[in-house]
């Protein structure tokens, strides 16, 4: 059943068929929107939310006034896109943040102290984001160059307007890049003129590595110029590698492969690292299964996705990672074993007190977010 949204009136009003052209972008993609309503007060241009399952995208009445309300409605459309269906790789941010933080506390000791390092991330990241956005949005023949322009005039953020040169550079509108490169030189602020040509090599390779982020940073930073964070970034995984190896390990029968491959697909290009059978074919290769599959589901995850069915009961292989999961889990302060039922199926040894998610009864999107929650708050 198609959701209904509820328009400003006033949108209707001024621009029917570029709204008749967002619901038929809302509907092919299935973005679950419930309003998009003016505001009379707002701090900000645009700003959504979710709520109940549904995504409220609220506008500053100006915005209408002065013809940028549609570019704005669809960046906002985009991303939530990006939410909640991402179709770039990028970088998991609690990994990000934790390395970071390590490699500048290891340089520094006790000359400085490192704060505002995850604000830096956030507001760094929005900019990277942003470029692949309007870049979507540009090739999709959403918005024009011109309406790029004019949201760049609207932003007083410089990450931002990085990433707004970025995905004009990489459309071909070189003429409108120009008057933000302009803008950087003349505010004497260079180093986002470097910004820009890395986001732009990130939306050609459609990913963000976190090199990337390392990059950036030691562009705005001259003080991190004597770090070589490359070097720090392989130590730090060398010292690594015989700690959790993975975020998530996913056990299912081959009759589910398909949920199996779009849950590990949509988390690693997220930047979570998933133990998915066909992710690591090379590694596998001539290894002692038994006794390789027994070590990743008792010792290389934080947590095993079990994907429950009648299919997945009768397999030797799932028995053998159900088995090592549970005596992972016997052990485990931390819950381990998360059941996702495809069927009313029992799985002998998981309890039915254990909580579990319904795959008939939640969206594809809202497990993926559940998924990205429980990660991100390993231990706690």
Not at 35 to 57: A, C, H, P
Not at 250 to 257: D, L, Q
Not at 314 to 339: G, H, M
Request: proline content about 2%.
């Amino acid at each position: 059943m198609i959701n209904k949204i509820d328009i400003d009136s006033l949108l209707i009003h001024d621009h029917s068929r570029e709204m008749k052209e967002i619901e038929s972008f809302v509907e092919t993609n299935g973005l679950k929107i419930r309003k998009i309503v003016s505001e009379r007060l707002m701090m900000t241009s645009i700003f959504y939310q979710k709520n109940d399952g549904f995504w409220d995208i609220h506008y500053y009445n100006y915005i209408r006034h002065k013809g940028i309300a549609i570019p704005y409605i669809y960046l906002s459309l985009i991303s939530i896109l990006r939410r909640d269906r991402i179709w770039f790789k990028t970088i998991n941010p609690i990994e990000l943040d934790e390395i970071n933080k390590r490699i500048l506390i290891d340089h520094f000791t006790n000359k400085i102290e490192i704060s505002g390092v995850v604000k830096f991330r956030k507001s760094y990241m929005q900019g990277i984001y942003l470029g692949f956005e309007i870049y979507k949005l540009l090739s999709e023949k959403l918005v024009t160059p011109t309406d790029v322009i004019n949201l760049f005039y609207d932003c007083d953020l410089l990450p931002e307007h990085a990433g707004y040169c970025a995905a004009l550079k990489r459309f071909g509108a070189n003429s409108e890049a120009k008057i933000i490169i302009d803008f950087f030189w003349e505010q004497e602020r260079q180093e986002f003129v470097k910004s820009v040509e890395r986001i732009d090599e990130c939306i050609e390779a459609n990913k963000i590595e976190i090199q990337d982020f390392f990059y950036i940073q030691k562009v705005h930073f001259p003080d991190l110029k004597a770090i070589d964070f490359d070097q720090k970034y392989q130590a730090f995984m060398k010292d690594n590698t015989n700690k959790l190896e993975f975020d998530l390990a996913i056990s299912f029968a081959g009759e589910n492969r398909e949920i199996a491959k779009t849950i590990s697909d949509s988390l690693n290009k997220r930047g979570y690292k998933i133990f998915y059978d066909e992710f690591e074919k090379s590694k596998m290769w001539g290894k002692d299964l038994y006794e390789y599959l027994s070590e990743i589901y008792s010792t290389k995850a934080k947590y095993c996705l079990i994907l429950i069915s009648e299919a997945y009961i009768k397999k030797p292989w799932t028995r053998l990672e159900k088995k090592s999961a549970q005596s992972r889990a016997f052990e485990d302060e931390n819950e381990y074993i998360l059941p996702l039922r495809i069927d009313d199926s029992k799985v002998p040894g998981i309890l039915s007190t254990t909580g579990y998610l319904d795959y008939r009864k939640e969206s594809m999107e809202e497990i993926i977010n559940l998924l990205v929650e429980k990660i991100n708050n390993y231990g706690g």
